[in-house]
């Protein structure tokens, strides 16, 4: 398991389960988590920052991670359903 999906993981531990079973057989899952944890570290680094463009990139960054999280949350939803099958004749 990579590192964004162990962030991933942390940040949602009640479906960290349907995370590991959603990453295991999702590389486009696999890679949002990446960068999911990609842009969570960048927040950190810029709110170190003194930078004149800091608070410009924090909200940015906040922004991007903000939308992360719900095509996560989406993403998990989706696995989480159990399709029903048709009753037996």
Same mark, same amino acid.
Not at 29 to 52: G, H, I, V, Y
Not at 63 to 77: F, H, P
């Given at each position: 398991?990579?590192?964004? #999906?162990?962030? #991933?993981? /942390?940040?949602?531990?009640?479906? +960290?389960?349907? #995370?590991? !079973? ?11 988590? $990446? ?12 709110? &170190? /920052? /003194?930078?004149?463009?800091? $608070?410009?990139?924090?909200? !940015?960054? &906040? !922004?991007? %991670? $903000? /939308?992360?999280? #719900?095509? %996560? !949350?989406?993403?998990?939803?989706? +696995?989480? %359903? ?8």
């Amino acid at each position: 398991m990579g590192n964004g #999906v162990r962030f #991933v993981k /942390s940040c949602f531990e009640q479906r +960290a389960k349907l #995370v590991e !079973e959603l990453a295991a057989r999702s590389e486009g899952f696999c890679e949002l988590c $990446d960068d999911f944890a990609m842009a969570d570290n960048e927040k950190t680094r810029w709110k &170190q /920052s /003194s930078a004149p463009e800091r $608070d410009e990139r924090l909200a !940015e960054y &906040q !922004e991007l %991670i $903000d /939308s992360m999280r #719900v095509e %996560i !949350e989406q993403a998990l939803d989706r +696995a989480a %359903i159990v399709p029903c099958r048709p009753p037996r004749r």
